[in-house]
């Protein structure tokens, strides 16, 4: 059996492609794109868009756009710098042929403190041995601060060695 509202739900959801909804803003990043796409309306006609590959909240996402407006607002960002790899908000005013957008470029989210700070002490070495089926001789650990960082750097850091002729002349 066929659910009833399967329709309201498929249009709601979208999967991949993003849907704006009046006041919907949404910040993501382009990946790579523009790429030719149609399609046909509920009306049967063919739409003629262009599709980005984007990134929301860490996940990938597509951006179809048959919007004239939104288009051209898109080809002038791209005009001053490549919309390939920049971070944009995006924001849907109003329905229908009514709707106006409004795009900006934004800096990229910035990281929490957490993930500025996690730190991995593997060295080339320990990672080519690890990768040979033998553990890292030093544990990894996080920090939660740059003063923790530079201790625990002091802390590992390697001292120089004597040479050998040096050694020698202390016997």
Known sequence: MVHKDWKSK?????????K????QEITMRVVEGPREHSFENDAGKKIESLEWDVEVDGESKVLGVSSRRLLQMLADEDDEEPLEGGWFRI???GNG???QWRVRRVAPPKETDQDRFKVEYERDERSESHKAGKKPSKPVKEVSSIDELEEEAEKRARKPRKKKSEDSEED
């Open 91 to 93: 924001k849907a005013i």
């Open 20 to 23: 704006f909804k009046d006041g």
């Open 97 to 99: 042929f009514d709707r």
């Open 10 to 18: 498929a249009r709601e959801s979208g999967g991949n492609y993003l």
